[in-house]
């Protein structure tokens, strides 16, 4: 099943993703393409919160590492946020873990607010370029 409707907030050039349950079943990299649409249109830095996350298949796998490198080879980053303990164990026993910043903790209310203090939590410094200025409530599959 492939799912492409994850709440999503962009300000400047940081998105901020909800993967929710349908990530459980979303085995044909519905996420992925969510993401590489956004990068595509500029997007820069990618906040993901895996809070829904029930196991990590190879899909969402192979599509975490094919995203974070295209945001690496444009001077970005993906950030995963309330990710399950499990997600980080195997990432780290597969040796990729270290590709992505990890945050902890809960980031619910609303999203703007939630991403300015996410990227304090962690004194991230990214570049909110504002010559881009898109909202995106929702992506359309």
């Not at 829904?52 to 192979?62: D, E, Q």
């Not at 975490?64 to 490198?69: A, D, P, Q, T, V």
Request: charged share 25%.
């Amino acid at each position: 099943m492939k799912f492409t409707k994850y709440p999503t907030t962009v300000t400047g050039r940081t998105c901020y993703i909800l993967a929710n349950k349908e990530v459980n079943s979303d085995l044909q990299g519905g996420l992925e393409e969510v993401m590489d649409q956004l990068v595509e249109r500029g997007a820069r830095h990618i906040i993901l919160s895996l809070r829904y996350l029930k196991f990590l298949h190879a899909t969402l796998l192979a599509g975490l590492l094919s995203i974070e490198l295209k945001l690496r080879e444009v001077g970005g980053q993906m950030i995963l946020v309330e990710a399950p303990a499990f997600v980080r164990m195997m990432m780290n026993q597969w040796e990729v873990a270290d590709r992505f910043i990890w945050v902890n903790g809960d980031v619910e209310g609303e999203i703007t607010n939630s991403l300015e203090n996410l990227i304090d939590l962690k004194n991230i410094k990214l570049k909110m370029d504002s010559d881009i200025d898109w909202q995106i409530e929702n992506i359309i599959g």
